[in-house]
């Protein structure tokens, strides 16, 4: 008889990535439980239950500091977060008693490496416990429930060159060493945790989870990549000051970049490029509404249109003006440099014949960075203002959509704007403070009528 699939055609694994709120207290676990339950095949990747991060943060600062009296506070309590999960989760006393002493045995460990002094690599270690605490009870509560799932170490598989970052190939060869090339049934890990270059536990920085997914489902050539969390998808404006927001079905990989550095809460800013690399498609789904059809991300969206604004407030514009920029050249790698060196990205870059502005939202390095660019001409620093941003295809024919995106920014105090760098957005750079308005106006310009149709019925 002829075999009319290869192995390869019919393998359907997905990857099932919960947030910390998703899994924040044992009735949310429960409902988790139920969602892994409907597939035989996936790779399910769990963050730390929310607030946990936050709160090892917060013990790394008072050990860093030398306050024994706050470390020992925060750890007691969490222990007995995690311990109270347990009693709330487990309905029968083995298990309780089995769950309880994984907790124990982390806390015990926790304990030993706080009598050592601070160190960053000490700090790193420490966060990673939040993510593998949590993951090895919900592996012990799925199990039990007769949910079969198998336990893997993410440190054994996400790893980062001396770049900080990972590679997809690396897991890949990893990952088949560890479940085959063609793994099938369910496996759970952790997000966010790494091993770097130099063999210490390590991070993909806050909200890092959605990468591990990301890279975990090109790594597998996943044939889909969920992102659980407890909202309803990208939204096409931000919900804390404009009514009347709606959740966008779809996204390109293109859009979904560009709004994820402004919605990092939603998607973490590295996460798309694995799955767009490989194409596989991206879904943002909420765990309180699991049929919603929540955001879907893939290629080959045809939508016209504008899509989505968002803002992102914490920058600080440098703005560098030399008459000696005129005809000259190598003057804008030089600038690019100085940040390079510092580690510092740029975000919005505008320039004339005689200086260039540029924002960035990281201004830990600002005190190194400005003597530098001293050198090269007069330098000028403003705080406090935002990046705001329409994404959708901007440059569509036959619209003057971006003159008249720009014509109504100008009651506003626009510093830079930025146009042409891609068909998929216009971004402006304005005072923090006027954030609120301009979401608002501009929601108003671009999504009134959508909003009239949908009212209208
Ligand atoms: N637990 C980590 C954080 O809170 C990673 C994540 O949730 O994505 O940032
Ligand atoms: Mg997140």
Redesign the pocket.
Known sequence: MVALFSLQEIFVMIVMKF??TSLGNAERIKQVAELIKRRDDSFIIC??MSG???SLVDTSGHWKAGNHEGVAEIVAGLKKHFELTCYDLFDNEKATLEATSIVSGHFELITGRMGEDYSIHNENWLLAR??IITSEIIALYLNSCGIAVTWLNALDFTLTGSDGEPSVTDMRQRLSAMIGDNPSGRFLTQ??ICIDHEGNTSNLR?????YTATLAGAALEAAAIEIWTDIDGVRNNDPRFVEDTFPIRELSFDEAAELAYFGAKIL?PACVWPASSDNIPIQLKNTLEPDAPGTMIRSGTTRKGITAVAAKDGITVIRIRSDRMLNAYGFLSRIFAIFEKNKTPIDVITTSEVAVSVTIDDDTCLPAIVPKLEKLGKVEIESAQAIVCVVGDVLEQHTDRAGRIIDSLRHFNVKMISYGGSRNNITVVVPAEQVKDILRSLNTLLFGTVLKQVTDG
């Open positions: 947030g910390g963050s730390a946990v991060t936050n939040g993510e997000g966010y806050r909200g890092g989870s959605d973490h």
